[in-house]
């Protein structure tokens, strides 16, 4: 009986550790798989480019660019390409509730001054860069 109960033993031992192994394996394909998912996402977003034209363009891409990255420097290659050329000038930073939002906001007015390469348009326009929620001590 003694030797019975040792096999036993020794078969419930090993079948404890294969279930363990499909376990883990299975739990480590799952996140690889997920890895591997958001792997292709982001390649396949930075392959993504959008181009903006014309002096309209400008300041959607320069007001974009700030409101995206919530700073008030833009890189040359922002402001200045091949389709327009935009001035912009921190007016104030202030508090407010922009559209679209239920929070107040820290933020900036920025005056953007976009013209066309050809010189045909020109479009100024002043606009709110949300920075970070207000209310929370950090005003």
Avoid: Q
């Amino acid at each position: 009986m003694k030797k019975s109960e040792a096999y036993r033993k020794k078969g419930y031992i090993l079948v404890s550790t294969l279930i363990i192994i499909l376990v883990l394996m299975i739990v480590g394909s799952y996140i690889a798989y997920i890895l591997s998912l958001n792997f292709r996402v982001a390649s396949y977003m930075k392959k993504e480019f959008i181009f903006f034209s014309g002096a309209d363009g400008g300041v959607f891409a320069v007001a974009g660019w700030m409101a995206y990255y919530r700073r008030s420097d833009v890189p040359r290659e922002v402001t200045d390409t091949r389709f327009f050329s935009v001035n912009y000038k921190v007016l104030i930073h202030t508090v407010r509730y922009p559209e679209g939002y239920r929070l107040a906001w820290k933020g900036m007015d920025v005056r953007l001054n976009s013209r066309s390469k050809n010189g045909a348009t020109e479009v100024e326009s002043i606009v709110f860069i949300p920075l970070s929620p207000a209310n929370y001590g950090n005003e």
